[in-house]
Each structure stands twice: as C-alpha cells, then as structure tokens.
C-alpha cells in the first residue's frame, strides 16, 4: 500500500501554533485584535533575543506574530525573510507529547531535526512563564518550509468566551506545493499526519490535498497548470473558524477591512468569505461550519 494511503501512527498531536512575520508588531497586533476579535494574550521578547512577539490564543491553535528587535543573528536572519519574501507566514510548530520520541522519528525518516532544546518565554504583562522544549526538521528535507515540534511544559492561556461574529479558531492552514506527491510523502508518510482528501479539480486549477492535525487541517495546494517543478514548497494561508460568517463579516466591515460577500465553501454545508486586507500579508478566509469530520480516503 501507498504511504498516502496507510498513514503511520503520528507523533503529532495537534498543531501548537502558527507565526507570522511582521515588520511592526503592534500595528500587527491591532490588526489582528481586529480580525480575531480578541486580544492578545502574551507579549515578550523571543526565546534568545532579536525578536518581539505577540501571540492570541484560540480554541485549536496559537498565533503568533513576530517582529525583529534590535540587532543579533535572529534579527539580522528575519529582516532578511521580510526582505525577501515579505510579510506573511513564517513557520508552523506541531504540538508532540514526547519530543525525544519524535526528535528519533525525525532522524530516521530524514528530516535531520536540530538538537531538543528548551527555551523560555516570559509575558511583559503579567510576569507569567511558559516553558517548552523543541526541534526544528531541516529546511531542506521539509523543502523549504520551516517545521518545528515542540513539547510545551506548561500550557498557553486559556481563550476568553467568544461570539458569534469572532474566530474561534483555524479550520486550516494552506501550502503551496510545486510537487504533490513530494508533499504527499513529507506530511503523510514522513510526519504521520492522516490524509482525509486528495481531489484534484480543473475548475479550480489545483490539486488539494488535506492531512489531518487534530481538529484542523494542513492543506497542501498544486496549480494544476504549473506542472511539477522541484521548486520550494511555501506556506500561504489560513482558513479561520467563526460561529456566524454574516455575523463575522459584518464585524470587520464596520471595522474598516475589505471584505468579500460571504458565499458556499467548497466543502458542503460550510459558507466562508475573504478578508483582503489587514492580514499581514496572508491570504485569509473566515469560514463558518461544524468542526471538520473529513472521510477516510475510499470510505
């Protein structure tokens, strides 16, 4: 059987968080405050210095965003991102509950993980502390996307009660992929994620593919007319849940974004409309729908 077709037993757990580059963090707060319709839950300086970050709390995953800080190589190494791909996603990080068992893992599927280390994040705020410990897989085996696995020793705040018209969370995060099949191996054979769909669709122009994480789903997107190519792999969008899309939409409106009408998902049952602007560069929806019970591929 097919690596796609039989997925090993995950070391993952859930996505813990996904990070957004950004060149100033608090207009990158307010604008977020505004689509998340929460505000932001910790405030500190990044683990080893040269960064600021800012990360809201939702019901399935983190987001966090992060600036550059004074000078440094983590500095110096995230001016050159915004300098070269701009403002927008910058990594995700999955959540294990064994980070030596997956650091193993990662090693003998040839992922080359850097060596677990722990780190430390303080809120400016309240003095609180959060404490984890990591890996990051090679760049180069995951071609070109950054993925870290990590173990949170203490949990994230928990996200304030929300209504209708806010998100309460990701129904997906999107990668685009010049080669399906290469990424068909790293997300499902290699990291152990379950994929749910694989649906190519001319109308669209694209080739989908969903692997299950948790509750959410890691999309992967192949422009069906761009042929297979060897080039990078990028992560590109995110798909946010709200209770109410009218509701939702309506919100952010008043607020001032651009918004698209709200109209049907792809998925039945589901509505979903675009925000185009204000999102620190990453393309996004705001879906409306039941959490995802995608099928098993055959069934």
């Known amino acids: 059987m097919s690596a796609r077709s039989a997925p090993v037993q995950s070391m993952i757990k859930g996505l813990d968080h996904v990070v957004v580059a950004v060149r100033d963090l608090d207009a990158a707060v307010g ?9 932001a839950s910790w405030r500190a300086e990044a683990h080893g ?17 992060m600036a550059p ?23 995700i990080a999955f959540a294990v509950d064994d980070i030596e068992r997956a650091h193993r893992r990662l090693a003998r599927v040839g992922l080359d993980p850097e060596p677990i280390a722990a780190a430390e994040s ?20 995951t071609h070109g996307v950054r993925i870290f696995l990590m173990q949170p020793d ?33 997300y499902g054979a290699r990291l152990g994620l379950d994929l749910r ?17 948790g509750d959410l789903i890691v999309g992967n997107a192949h422009d069906l007319e761009a042929g297979v190519s060897s080039a990078p792999d990028r992560l590109w969008g995110l798909s946010w849940r709200a209770p109410d899309a009218g509701a939702a939409r309506r919100r952010l409106q008043a607020a001032g974004l651009d918004v698209s009408e ?17 999102t620190c ?7 409306e729908a039941a959490p995802i019970d995608l099928p098993r591929p055959g069934t």
């Open 69 to 91: 800080s004074g000078d440094g190589p983590m500095a110096e190494r995230l001016r050159a991102v915004l300098d070269t791909e701009g403002e927008g996603l910058a990594s």
């Open 154 to 186: 203490t949990p994230p705040p928990a996200p304030p009660a929300a209504d209708p018209a806010v998100v309460t969370g990701l129904d997906h995060v999107v990668i685009r992929t010049p080669d399906a099949e290469r990424a068909a191996a790293l």
């Open 122 to 141: 303080v809120d400016r705020v309240s003095g609180a502390r959060r404490r984890w410990r990591r890996t990051r897989a090679s760049t180069g085996a």
């Open 49 to 65: 210095g040269g960064a600021e970050i800012a990360s809201f709390g939702l019901a399935n995953v983190g987001l966090e965003l």
């Open 281 to 287: 560069g990453v393309p996004t929806l705001v879906l």
């Open 197 to 213: 769909l694989d649906r190519s669709n001319p109308e669209w122009g694209a080739r989908l593919m969903f692997f299950r994480c």
């Open 262 to 278: 709200v109209r049907p998902g792809r998925k039945a049952g589901t509505r979903v409309f675009t925000v185009r602007d204000k």
């Open 31 to 39: 604008a977020y405050q505004t689509l998340l319709g929460r505000s």
